[in-house]
């Protein structure tokens, strides 16, 4: 069955930076979009970007641009999100999702928290 | 861009059938028939319950049903049980960006 295995949580300090990953399994990684999607706490979902394993092309959300990095190792079916320069309202949980059409998320890894705190 | 507009908070009791509405624009509700429903028990990660307007994955009960009209998605969810009880989220594709859009989430309660 398809899984998405996210990497634990993370404290990071603000200004740094989080490198979180999304380990694919049970399907072939290059044939869908990975997208990121992330939740601060008590609130709803807000999308960062979107990757395409394939070709590494990759669409940021406004918000994030200069900021967040989407990358993959298809060699270990591996996305991986970095965002820099960390303030305190970054703290949420971040979701890796398979695209299984136009913005439809259709499998969703566990969710890896990331508290920003001095 | 603006979210989605969800109700906050929806009830019902086991048995009955409640909606759940989604209104956007003519840029992404009312503009493509690309609306998602997503359901989030507490603490865990969603799961999907419709794409395509009306389309269920494999797996997910026939209880739940979504339609569309004009700028206003919907999601109906009949013969309520307690496992219902949960956050139900809208998403859609938009032509504003290349990323979707989310609602802001409603809050089911199964009395």
């Excluded at chain 1, 298809?74 to 320069?85: G, K, N, Q």
């Excluded at chain 2, 906050?8 to 690309?34: E, F, K, L, M, R």
């Excluded at chain 2, 009960?61 to 219902?84: C, M, V, W």
């Amino acid at each position: 069955q398809v899984q998405l295995v996210q990497s634990g949580a993370e404290v990071e300090k603000p200004g740094t930076s989080v490198k979180v990953s999304c380990k694919a399994s049970g399907y072939t990684f290059t044939s869908y979009d990975i997208n990121w999607v992330r939740q601060a706490p008590g609130q709803g979902f807000e999308w960062v970007g979107r990757m395409n394993p394939i070709s590494g092309n990759t669409a940021y959300a406004q918000k994030f641009q200069g900021r967040v990095t989407l990358t993959r190792n298809t060699s270990i079916s591996t996305a991986y999100m970095e965002l820099s320069s960390l303030r305190s309202d970054d703290t949420a949980i971040y979701y890796c999702a398979r695209q299984g059409g136009l913005t439809v998320n259709y499998n969703w890894g566990q969710g890896t928290l990331v508290t920003v705190s001095s | 861009q603006s979210a989605l507009t969800q109700p906050a908070s929806v009830s019902g009791s086991p048995g009955q059938s409640i909606t759940i509405s989604c209104t956007g624009t003519n840029s992404d509700v009312g503009g493509y028939n690309h609306v998602s429903w997503y359901q989030q028990h507490p603490g865990k990660a969603p799961k999907l319950l419709i794409y395509g307007v009306v389309n269920r994955p494999s797996g997910i009960s026939d209880r739940f049903s979504g339609s569309k009209s004009g700028n206003t998605a919907s999601l109906t969810i009949s013969g309520l049980q307690t496992e219902d009880e949960a956050d139900y989220y809208c998403s859609s594709y938009t032509r504003i960006t290349t990323l979707g859009i989310f609602g802001g989430g409603t809050k089911l309660t199964v009395l």
